[in-house]
């Protein structure tokens, strides 16, 4: 019969805190990814969803860049690009309708919406492309698009 290998108990003890600082290093990792996702979603509200979504549409906030599919929130200051043959369909809280076509940039600059009194701000800035607008229940006063002619 084997005898079982016997590690000195000093041995035991380095290899049980090696494999707890492990242990805890992934936690305080995984911890801290949460909070900067949590600090960075505080940071750019979200202020409508995309409702359609065709082909290639993609959304940057600050220099992060993903792949917008349908019932995807859109946020403020968000960068909206759509590419070759694509588009999106994007409604605001105050039922605005933006439809963006082929091949353009906007940016969703400001939204800021009181849904007691159907009063506040949208701007966006349309930088290139095809765009298609439709208000919601603000005044149209509330309203403001931004294009590099105009």
Not at 109 to 119: H, P, R, V
Request: one cysteine or more.
């Amino acid at each position: 019969m084997k005898q079982a290998k016997q590690v000195p108990i000093e041995q035991k003890s380095l290899y049980a805190i090696g494999r707890g600082a492990r242990t805890l290093a992934l936690c305080l990792g995984m911890l801290a990814f949460i909070c900067l996702n949590i600090i960075a979603a505080q940071a750019a509200p979200v202020i409508g969803s995309a409702t359609t979504v065709v082909r290639d549409v993609q959304g940057r906030l600050e220099q992060d860049w993903r792949v917008v599919v349908i019932d995807d929130s859109v946020h403020q200051d968000e960068l909206i690009r759509t590419g070759t043959g694509s588009a999106t369909r994007l409604i605001f809280a105050d039922r605005t309708d933006f439809m963006i076509g082929s091949d353009s940039e906007v940016v969703l600059d400001k939204f800021i919406y009181d849904s007691t009194s159907n009063s506040g701000q949208l701007i966006l800035r349309a930088t290139k492309g095809l765009m298609k607008f439709r208000t919601g229940s603000m005044s149209s006063r509330s309203y403001r698009i931004e294009t590099p002619v105009a």
